[in-house]
């Protein structure tokens, strides 16, 4: 079961770089992008079934998958009220992800929570300056600066879970963690600065993607990690 799940995964995480290479994902945009978000969610789904029980943790992080699933669905759509719940479903995601890294397993809040809140207020402030002074989101600002700290935190959480797992002799789990988190940071705030106007750089085209669901699909393999 073991090599299946990891093999699944591993296709998920590089799906949208042969949907691109294949021209599949510019002649079946939506439909491939929700086949890679199935993708990662399944890749979750099979990670708790592998362990052969049903964990908090568990639990837990497929909601976050699940939400994210469906700010992909809404994302997807052109229309400023379907941006808005996308938006909506993963902040949802990234509170749900917080709360499962600080609250479940073998790192305790209390220990955490000052360095977690520093980092993220450190990573915090040059967003906003990056926010205030490049790109112009409108009436949509403050909702994108909530979210962005929302994005941080997550970050934040993640990198702390990460560095306790690896403490606690479990590698596996901290990669897991601290590269999906990483990837997650990199695709939204790129994904920020591409709503916002900003043309980005030839090589970071397809970066959003090629982050993006690589993270959600190692946030789901954590599930097996844990």
């Given at each position: ?64 998958l699940v939400s994210g699933l469906l700010g ?155």
């Amino acid at each position: 079961m073991k090599t299946l799940l990891l093999i699944f995964a591993f296709f998920s995480a590089i799906m949208p770089v042969i949907t691109q290479k294949t021209g599949l994902s510019k002649k079946y945009g939506f439909k491939i992008k929700m086949l890679c978000a199935f993708m990662y969610l399944v890749t979750g789904i099979l990670s708790a079934v592998s362990l052969h029980r049903l964990t908090d943790y568990s639990v837990l992080i497929l909601g976050a998958l699940v939400s994210g699933l469906l700010g992909d669905f809404f994302l997807s759509y052109k229309n400023d009220k379907y941006f808005s719940v996308g938006v909506v479903f993963f902040a949802l995601g990234h509170i749900v992800y917080s709360v499962t890294f600080l609250l479940i397993g073998e790192m305790k809040a209390v220990e955490y929570i000052i360095p977690v809140i520093v980092m993220t207020v450190i990573i915090f402030i040059p967003v906003v300056y990056i926010i205030k002074t490049k790109i112009s989101l409108g009436r949509m600002e403050k909702p994108i600066l909530i979210y962005a700290l929302l994005l941080l935190f997550s970050f934040a959480c993640g990198v702390a879970k990460s560095i306790v797992a690896i403490k606690s002799a479990n590698p596996s789990s901290g990669l897991c963690l601290i590269t999906a988190s990483v990837f997650f940071v990199i695709s939204d705030i790129l994904l920020g600065l591409k709503s916002g106007g900003m043309k980005l750089p030839k090589f970071l085209r397809h970066a959003v993607t090629y982050t993006y669901f690589p993270a959600q699909t190692l946030f789901a393999l954590s599930i097996y990690f844990q």
